[in-house]
């Protein structure tokens, strides 16, 4: 693993790297046990690919942890799961404090139970002076419901005419979203094979890079995020460019 790490261009490095984190469920049905098992688990791969972003250097990442449409799942799941987040913030918070990492959460948090909201909200606090890597948990998002809110509110501002239609830019949407302030991810990793982006950060993904692998989230470590960035690292980004364009030395 060291020996692959090594190979890693520390100088283009994906400067925010956003994982869909998959294949739980199916990892723990592969193992005879219960959905739950598999979610326990994968705070494992949480904690490892964590440690791997940080050790390199990677500004930014956010790992989509639970969806506004994971609502919709067995009532036992779902309280499951709140129940987890709430242990593994708790458990965690020392931890992203002792290594200089901020933690960020996008989404809608009003559909959370308030004992998760209230331990989100205290993580959040701890760890906001801290100057490192910045850590953010998708938790009850989506992203059709990030940009309709953004609409609604840039909406708001020219009805009250704070805001005129004609200097409606890209920018001006973009400080509307959960991610204001962030970079876009460069590259987007989902586990577990599946090949879908599933609501996931739609407007912000315009130019990752997409890296797509079957192993589940569970087994999901180092090694395998090694792998995604070296990948990353192989491909031209043209941005709409050609490769002359791209390659031309002034």
Same mark, same amino acid.
């Given at each position: 693993?060291?020996?692959?790490?090594?190979?890693?261009?520390?100088?283009?490095?994906?400067?925010?790297?956003?994982?869909?984190?998959?294949?739980?469920? /199916?990892?723990?049905?592969?193992?005879?046990?219960?959905?739950?098992?598999?979610?326990?688990?994968?705070?494992?791969?949480?904690? $490892? &690919? &964590?440690?791997?972003?940080?050790?390199?250097?990677?500004?930014?990442?956010?790992?989509?942890?639970?969806? !506004?449409?994971?609502?919709?799942?067995?009532?036992?799941? &779902? !309280?499951?799961?709140?129940?987890?987040?709430?242990?593994?913030?708790?458990?965690?918070?020392?931890?992203? $404090?002792?290594?200089?990492?901020?933690?960020?959460?996008?989404?809608?948090?009003?559909?959370?139970?308030?004992?998760?909201?209230?331990?989100?909200?205290?993580?959040?606090?701890?760890?906001?002076?801290?100057?490192?890597? $910045?850590? +953010?948990?998708?938790?009850?998002?989506?992203?059709?419901?990030?940009?309709?809110?953004?609409?609604?509110?840039?909406?708001?501002? +020219?009805?009250?005419?704070?805001?005129?239609?004609? $200097?409606?830019?890209?920018?001006?949407?973009?400080?509307?979203?959960?991610?204001?302030?962030?970079?876009?991810?460069?590259?987007?990793?989902? !586990?577990?094979?599946?090949? /879908?982006?599933?609501?996931?950060?739609?407007?912000?993904?315009?130019?990752?890079?997409?890296?797509? !692998?079957? +192993?589940?989230?569970?087994?999901?470590?180092?090694?395998?995020?090694?792998?995604?960035?070296?990948?990353?690292?192989? /491909?031209?980004?043209?941005?709409?460019?050609?490769?002359?364009?791209?390659?031309?030395?002034?």
């Amino acid at each position: 693993m060291d020996s692959l790490k090594a190979t890693i261009d520390l100088q283009k490095l994906p400067a925010h790297i956003a994982i869909i984190m998959d294949g739980n469920g /199916r990892w723990a049905k592969e193992q005879g046990q219960d959905r739950l098992f598999g979610h326990y688990h994968g705070v494992e791969s949480v904690r $490892n &690919v &964590v440690e791997g972003c940080a050790e390199l250097g990677v500004g930014y990442l956010t790992l989509y942890a639970f969806s !506004t449409e994971n609502w919709d799942r067995p009532a036992e799941e &779902v !309280t499951g799961l709140m129940e987890l987040l709430v242990q593994t913030i708790r458990k965690e918070v020392e931890t992203l $404090n002792k290594n200089n990492i901020r933690l960020h959460v996008i989404g809608n948090l009003s559909m959370m139970p308030p004992y998760a909201r209230n331990e989100l909200q205290e993580a959040l606090t701890i760890t906001s002076v801290n100057t490192g890597m $910045n850590l +953010v948990m998708a938790l009850s998002y989506s992203s059709r419901w990030e940009m309709i809110q953004a609409v609604k509110t840039i909406a708001i501002e +020219v009805q009250e005419g704070s805001l005129d239609p004609e $200097n409606i830019t890209a920018s001006v949407f973009e400080k509307h979203l959960c991610t204001s302030g962030f970079p876009d991810p460069e590259l987007m990793i989902r !586990t577990s094979g599946e090949f /879908r982006i599933s609501n996931f950060l739609l407007y912000q993904l315009a130019y990752a890079e997409l890296y797509f !692998t079957h +192993v589940r989230w569970p087994d999901f470590r180092k090694i395998n995020l090694y792998e995604a960035i070296l990948d990353f690292q192989k /491909r031209e980004r043209r941005f709409g460019k050609t490769s002359e364009q791209i390659n031309l030395v002034i």
